[in-house]
């Protein structure tokens, strides 16, 4: 009896531990997601106090300061002077905040997957230089030439529109002339026409960045989007009518 006992209560504490073992690798997702919200919901309080903090110095005029302590755990903080931007970075595979979205509260900018930047530059890698739109996020650089304007329009083909894209991850240029031509219906006509190209949004910290080609040829007249999306290593290119 008494080794029997003693066979029972090892074979128990094995169920137990294997029970606890398992119950807590299936609630491990939703304590990651409880872990990450309260972290979140901790710094939006401490940035909003940075914030104030920041709008008061600015307020009583240059000499002013202050001296803050931040308590930053878990993640990190990123100073960005060139953005006159201050970052709170969390790493998780909790899904607290839906993937490339975001929610402004005054200055306070809160999202997820916001790594994609838009802004105008030129092209430098050309004589002469190209005037461009450029969609940049971690893994890529994109140019797409500026060209006319809704209410002023030009003639233009197709293969002119994407100049060049910087990978940066194998630190490679793709920009032989003639990288990308578009038709429509196999039409040769519709490579060309009057259009314009326009950038949806620009700025930093965006959850994706869209330039838009309209085509007027004489085949058709349509749209091309050009897409990235924070993260990813590729671009989208769609067409609509």
Not at 164 to 171: C, E, L, Q, R, V
Request: glycine share 6%.
């Amino acid at each position: 009896m008494r080794g029997i006992s003693i066979v029972s209560g090892v074979i128990f504490l094995a169920i137990s531990i294997t029970a606890v073992f398992l119950i807590y690798q299936t609630g491990m997702p939703v304590v990651k997601k409880m872990q990450a919200a309260t972290a979140i919901e901790r710094m939006k309080g401490v940035f909003s106090d940075l914030d104030e903090i920041v709008q008061q110095v600015a307020s009583e005029g240059k000499g002013s300061k202050r001296t803050l302590y931040m308590k930053v755990d878990p993640g990190k903080v990123i100073v960005n002077s060139t953005e006159d931007s201050i970052y709170w970075v969390l790493e998780t595979d909790a899904e607290v905040i839906s993937p490339r979205t975001s929610q402004k509260l005054g200055n306070l900018v809160i999202g997820s997957n916001m790594e994609t930047r838009a802004f105008e530059a030129n092209y430098t890698f050309s004589d002469p230089e190209i005037p461009c739109y450029v969609l940049e996020n971690e893994h890529l650089k994109a140019y797409l030439k500026r060209i006319g304007s809704p209410s002023s329009q030009q003639n233009y083909e197709t293969k002119d529109i994407l100049v060049a894209i910087y990978n940066k991850d194998m630190k490679q240029w793709l920009n032989n002339s003639g990288l990308l031509d578009i038709s429509v219906d196999f039409n040769s006509t519709s490579k060309s026409g009057t259009g314009y190209t326009m950038l949806s949004d620009s700025g930093y910290n965006l959850p994706y960045a869209t330039v838009s080609a309209y085509i007027n040829s004489t085949h058709i007249e349509y749209y091309v989007n050009f897409t990235l999306e924070s993260g990813a290593d590729f671009m989208q290119i769609e067409a609509s009518l």
